[in-house]
């Protein structure tokens, strides 16, 4: 068994006990789950992929990945990925020792006016998770890595449609934790791509667990005197349901093995672009198997396919497509057959 089969299946454990359908209901109004944020941090899950110079337990991107699908799957709702990847990722600048308690990270929206004036943060912040949630914000700002106390900040609380906090942040001259000079391998544009990562993870979780409930539901539910899922059409469903999540979930593992090597550029766009396609066709399956069971609150489908549909739209839909496109038309039909022949995808740069 991998570490990363051993970390998954800790990690299910844990959110299978914690994270169950009514906790993951009460999160929607409380804006989150302490109690399984509580019980991750017992285990040191909080703090994997995050260096232990930065104050973490250390581990791989294929590790965090792990870690994620497992969230996915149990539709957690505490800021994992902001507080292991994201922020891992942001505290590889020197000097960053990251405090106890959630995380979260500025996601960098095109509307956002951040800037730094004589060491202060000023401006404005949209969309950041769970906000109004955690102890610290951290985000890559004018070349540096800030991180800074959301209570330093007017707080405008919003949610995405899977009901998880995505808050608007208005900063007027707050003086940062700690500000430092962002690495060469600190741009916007990879910083970009980790979070692509980190929602295709969770995404590829909740896939999985979109097929577990389908093909229960399917089995228990008797028409005719028959389970729904021994009919031809339901069996449709199944399978698109199902082959949907297989590819993302493979897609995933590859872009985290390859972004522990490198950018990962191409593998890291293709797995969004997958899992933002799955979203769609694996959802409306499910649905469609589930018929007016899957569209009630009382029942478990609607978490995972409320947040397939929010993750989608978060750190890229579309745009990753076209900066696929655009990378293979610009290496050419030759030169792309030749670098997936010999194995070597992760030499296309986009």
């Known amino acids: 068994m991998s570490e990363q089969d051993l970390l998954f299946e ?58 994620l699908m497992a969230a996915g799957y149990h539709a957690a709702p505490i800021p994992l990925a902001e507080s292991t990847l994201l922020a891992g990722w942001l505290a590889q600048a020197p000097g960053i020792v990251l405090p106890e308690g959630p995380l979260s990270v500025i996601p960098n929206k095109a509307n956002d006016t951040l800037r730094l004036e004589n060491g202060t943060l000023h401006g404005s912040a949209h969309r950041v998770p769970w906000g109004r949630n955690v ?62 990562l980190s929602r295709s993870a969770l995404m590829a979780g909740a896939l999985l667990r979109v097929v577990d409930a389908t093909a229960q539901y399917t089995q228990e539910r008797k028409q005719f005197g028959k389970p729904v899922g021994s009919f031809q059409a339901v069996q449709i469903h199944l399978v698109r ?4 999540a297989a590819l993302v979930d493979l897609a ?12 990962a550029s191409f593998e890291i766009a293709a797995v969004k672009t997958l899992a933002n396609d799955a979203a769609r066709t694996a959802s409306r399956a499910a649905h469609q198997a589930h018929g007016a069971m899957g569209m009630t609150q009382e029942y478990v489908l609607h978490q995972y396919s409320r947040r397939l ?24 039909p030759d030169h792309h057959f030749h670098v997936i022949a010999d194995g070597s995808a992760s030499g296309i740069a986009l």
């Open 252 to 263: 995933v593992q590859v872009a985290a093995r390859e972004a522990d090597r490198g950018p």
């Open 241 to 244: 349901c199902a082959e949907q």
């Open 309 to 332: 549909w929010a993750w989608r739209g978060e750190y890229g839909d579309a745009s990753w497509r076209s900066q696929l496109g655009r990378g293979v038309a610009t290496l050419g």
């Open 135 to 196: 102890s610290l914000i951290l985000g890559l700002v004018d070349g540096h890595i800030v991180g800074v106390n959301p209570h330093d900040a007017r707080i405008t609380e919003d949610v995405n449609v899977a009901g998880e906090p995505r808050d608007d942040l208005d900063f007027e001259g707050a003086t940062p934790v700690f500000c430092v000079a962002a690495t060469p391998a600190q741009t916007l544009e990879r910083f970009a791509l980790m979070g692509a």
């Open 10 to 67: 800790t990690a299910d454990r844990l959110f299978g006990d914690v994270a169950t359908f009514d906790e993951v209901q009460a999160a929607q109004q409380r804006g989150w789950s302490e109690a399984t944020w509580s019980a991750a941090d017992e285990l040191g899950l909080t703090r994997i992929g995050v260096s232990e110079a930065a104050g973490g337990m250390g581990g791989s991107i294929a590790d965090v990945v792990a870690l």
